[in-house]
């Protein structure tokens, strides 16, 4: 099916989407082997409490139920999370959220496994509950955890805040507020696995972090590390939200009981809902001040993150949060202080933005208040104060590597949209209000400092001829598989057909870091292109051998060759590969991603992950229509402008663009996650709509070619950036419209006329 | 007994009537191309075509199909000259496709909107494919495929593609 050629720079389709778009690709959910068992969770139902008896005698005794286990069924420490492991995979003793799973249970079927979960009767004991970030954290407030409520405090300063506020001409102040969102993945969590005659695990499941799946569910359940194959098929999107366990300690637990049976767990939409992570809800309080010449000066800002029931990624989310607090802006003074608090709500996650969305919301809205109380377009203000190369930025750290934003912002100038912009506003309709907005965002890639952010590429000449790329980084959608055959492709001089890519499996790949941080394609294309060099290297080599010629020189390698240019004769990689050792047709190489090397004395409380200093820019333009009567926003149309150095497939980046500036509409206009006592009221696509065709304009992406010269041809990730920035746009768009200031989101047609009845007044 | 036309092909099978289509159809057939999503009926990942028309397989029941001819997404490709239709063709080389969990359902739910209208706008479009959710792609590049194999099928010139907004 695949054709063609594959080198860098090209618009190729990705290599996997004819297998998709025939049906034959399998994700983990497609897997339904002989002989199977499905496995499901008892979820608490209580949003905190003490669990006094949970009884499984009815669901054990129907027929076709094969096991149902309990805390007493888990073996080590029945602690799950990333970094802090606060997280059970049975509770036994206390509830911190309604999604907590209490009990599992093995069914012949699914039916029988419904009417199991049905039958176990969990008595818990009710606690008083906390569901606001600000409220947990006040004296007498309910206690989820032994140590407190608190999960991270941090502080980054640079200069001194305070005192510069005194010198600035103009200072504004807003407060923002942000709610939990969904991933909506349409693959929800789910995974297969069997225990092996040896005792080891074997798992196939929808995952973004294979290789650190294996520490999780080892700890957990205290099994060997080595015991445990975790295989990563294709998966039916992710975006942050298949960062760390979902479904694997249950299912490694249920297969321990199985019998060598293959199990199943498939989350159903609503328990997706219920279970799996979400966007932190934020509430963040703003102050910033700037010259009157429109020199930004000075920020202060208080965050507060709701991590919900456990930490997940929660002090890290807010970490690389308060790393972007200040914009991609000279800020020379500032103080931002971050709070990430356990509530009894559902647990907050990773999702692209990664903590930066929330912050980015409020900044640029800012941004905008000052620009007008300066009397200063809002596009020349942001261009005046954007970060260059060798600029500080608002945690102190020096920028030296390709820092783009300048170049996006005049794209946006000298864009149609921007200069007709007002033409355009005055052709509204009866009842219809036009406004434009504008946003600038920019998003760091990689862990940062304190966690190696590394990859393991391996690459083998197979005995066909064709070179096999052993992936260690799930493809979630995003389109880095096609990626690495491309720099393969560019390196080798090879066309389609004579590149294989494996999926990510921790028994036949290389240890390598997640699938996350828009480090994906930076981090093993790195490691990749060496490992191609490596490779080509050693060919022309052998092929010197096999030709006795005097020297390695003057060989090239050519599609399913490798050519001694000077004579013309020609060696078939089958050729080749038959001569070598299977030892001798693989190369292996790595790569770990620069860290900043002037650390700022500030941060201290972060564990890992701070600072950064790679970063994606961005610029948006939109334009909406608001109905009058109904409150209705329509998102008219879209301009994104990216700069991610060097682009590998135009088509692939703009796919990353428009699908980031998608979920970011839905943030900005219907999507948020209701919660009463921390019991979702919406968990389906029913109620907690999602976006449609009809809901999402055109969406222009036009990229800024930099180059980042330690990326892999060039290139940084861009998975993330394009989703910070339509929340602030719209909002922008919508002050410009109405005249009115939304500072919750989304903006529902509820919120909308609200606000216009109080305006009004 | 239930008899009916799949992919072509007569079947008929001894299954529980109230048997969800999508279950039958992925994990008794191992017809996997179709998705679920939802298991509601909000999300479109299921679909199939029923007698040429989309229908959500996971909010029919297997007696739903006695008599009916089912194509799945493994069916559609039938017949083409190229073993792709020229949806799929066009999925593929407009870029439509990104995690590929919506794009079976989606390619269906297109080619019984090109079936009931073969010259779409791109308006038309997005108002044909809106019961069909895709998270990854913000549905640019889906209603730009469906254009270019609507032209293909029809065998026009090529136009310039008009905006989606902003008159």
Known sequence: MKKGLLGV????????????????????????????????????????????????????????????????????????????????????????????????????????????????????????????PEEALQPGAPQLHERGNLLLRAKIEQGQADEAFKECDVVVAETFEVPFQEHGFLETQNGLAWQEPDGSIVMIVSTQAPFRDRFEIAHALGLEMGAI??????????????????????????????????????????????AGYKRHAARLYYRAGAKADGTLHALHCRLYYDSGAYAHLGGEIMELGMEHAGGPYRLPHTCIEGWCVYTNNPIGGAMRGFGVCQVSFAFERIMDLLASKLGLDPLDFRRRNALQRGDKNCAGVTLVHSTGLVPCLEAIKRHALWTDREKWKQGAGPFKKRGVGLAAVFNAMGYGRGLPDSAIAKLELTPEGKFRIYNSVPDMGQGNATAFLQMAGEILGQDASRLELVPPDTARSLPSGSSSASRTTYTFGNALIRACQEMKEKLCHRAALVLMTDEVRGFALVPGKVRHLPSG????????????????????????????????????????????????????LVYVEVDELTGTIEVRDYLAVTEGGRVINPQGFEQQVQGAVAQGIGYALMEQVLLHQGEILNPNLTNYILPTSRDIPGIESMAVETVEPTGPFGMKGIGEVGANAPLPAIAAALEDALGLRLTRSPFTPDRVLGKMSQGAR | MIRFVLNGKEMQLDTPPDRRVVDLLREDLGLTGTKEGCGAGECGACTILVDGESRLSCLMLAAQLQGRSITTIEGLRQGTETGLHPLQEAFVECGAVQCGFCSP???????????????????????????????????????????????????????????????
């Open chain 1, 9 to 132: 720079g090209y618009a190729v389709p990705r290599q996997d989407a004819w297998t998709k778009v025939t049906g034959e690709e399998k994700f983990a959910a497609d897997y339904y082997p002989e002989n199977l068992l499905w496995a499901g969770a008892k979820r608490a139902g209580v949003s905190h409490g003490r669990i006094l008896r949970v009884d499984v005698a009815a669901a054990q005794a129907l027929p076709g139920v094969v096991a149902v286990l309990t805390r007493k069924d888990v073996p080590g420490t029945n602690r799950q999370g990333i970094v802090h492991k606060d997280q059970p995979v049975l509770a036994g003793e206390k509830v911190r959220h309604r999604g907590e799973p209490v009990a599992l249970v093995l069914a012949e079927t699914r039916e029988v496994l419904a009417q199991a979960l049905a039958r176990i009767r969990v008595e818990i004991e009710p606690l008083p509950a906390v569901f606001d």
């Open chain 2, 105 to 167: 359902g989606m390619v269906l739910a297109a080619a019984h909107l090109l079936e009931r209208n073969p010259d779409p706008s791109r308006m038309e479009i997005r108002a044909g494919l809106s019961g069909n959710l895709c998270r990854c792609t913000g549905y640019v590049k889906i209603v730009d495929a469906v254009e270019a194999a609507a032209r293909k099928t029809e065998n026009k010139p090529e136009e310039t593609a008009p905006k989606d907004a902003t008159p």
């Open chain 1, 229 to 274: 194959r975790v295989i990563s098929p294709y998966l039916g999107g992710g975006f942050g939200g298949k960062d760390g366990a979902t479904v694997q300690c249950l299912l490694a637990l249920a297969a321990m009981h199985a019998g060598g049976r293959p199990v199943k767990m498939w989350w159903d939409r609503e328990e997706s809902f219920i």
């Open chain 1, 569 to 620: 004769r020609n060696l078939d990689l089958e050729f080749l590969a038959g001569l070598f050792p299977e030892t001798d047709r693989s190369s292996v190489s790595q790569f770990v991603m620069p860290v900043a090397q002037d650390v700022p004395d500030t941060g201290k409380e972060f564990f890992i992950g701070f600072p950064h200093v790679f970063f994606s820019y961005a610029a948006h």
